[in-house]
Every structure is written in structure tokens, then in C-alpha cells.
């Protein structure tokens, strides 16, 4: 099992930057792609950014391309995801998921953390 916790989110205004952490504890996370997925009020909820489990492929969400960076350090057993540029229509709970490999169906992910809320005012 693997137990993933975010933290980092808040409230910014649009155009700042935040970053968010992904720490997971009872396995280590280098056995696993990790990525990034949100869900804004009222809607699904959506893939925004993925690494492998060597760091060395990254998959974004075309809306994230540009303005979201995600890397790793498997010897902290910490992802991150750094979102500048931010939108107000970023706004959104993030989770982080752990799977075997890069996939954009949340359904593939088998692990999941409890979410971070980001908030990016007008």
C-alpha cells in the first residue's frame, strides 16, 4: 500500500505560482508514476500532468502546457508540481495518484491522496 498526502495549496491571485507536494509513505514512490489530476466545482474531474517512475517522460493536459512543471525525488519520496501563470479557472481540489505507468484515466490510478485545495483569484 501507498499512502499519498498533498500539501501547498492556497489562495493566489491570478498570474502567481504555488507549489504543491506529494509525499508518500509505505512503499516507496520511485515504483510508481505519479501524476496530478483536479476537480473544480461542479465538474469531473480531469488529468493535468503526469511523470514516469524514472522522471524521465512527463505527459501534460494541453490547458497546463507552458505554465505546470511536475518532477520528482525519489529519495525524498516526494513529487511536485509547480503551477505558475496560475487562472482563475485553475481552481480546483488537486490530487496526486500513484499507478504502474503514465495514464490520463483516473480509473488506471491505485492509489490516491485526500487532495489540496488551490484557489487563484481574479
Known amino acids: 500500500q501507498v499512502q499519498l498526502v498533498e500539501s501547498g495549496g492556497g489562495l493566489v491571485q491570478a498570474g502567481g505560482s504555488l507549489r504543491l507536494s506529494c509525499a508518500a509513505s509505505?512503499?516507496?514512490?520511485?515504483?510508481?508514476?505519479v501524476s496530478w489530476f483536479r476537480q473544480a466545482p461542479g465538474k469531473e474531474r480531469e488529468f493535468v500532468i503526469a511523470?514516469?517512475?524514472?522522471?524521465?517522460?512527463?505527459r501534460y493536459a494541453d490547458s497546463v502546457m507552458g505554465r505546470f512543471a511536475i518532477s520528482r525525488d525519489n529519495a525524498k519520496n516526494t513529487v511536485y508540481l509547480q503551477m505558475n501563470s496560475l487562472k482563475p479557472e485553475d481552481t480546483a481540489v488537486y490530487y496526486c495518484?500513484?499507478?504502474?505507468?503514465?495514464?490520463?484515466?483516473?480509473?488506471?490510478?491505485?492509489?490516491w491522496g485526500q487532495g489540496t485545495q488551490v484557489t487563484v483569484s481574479s
Open positions: 495518484a500513484a499507478s504502474a505507468d503514465i495514464a490520463v484515466q483516473g480509473a488506471v490510478y491505485d492509489y
Open positions: 509505505g512503499r516507496t514512490l520511485s515504483n510508481y508514476a
Open positions: 511523470i514516469s517512475r524514472s522522471g524521465g517522460s512527463r
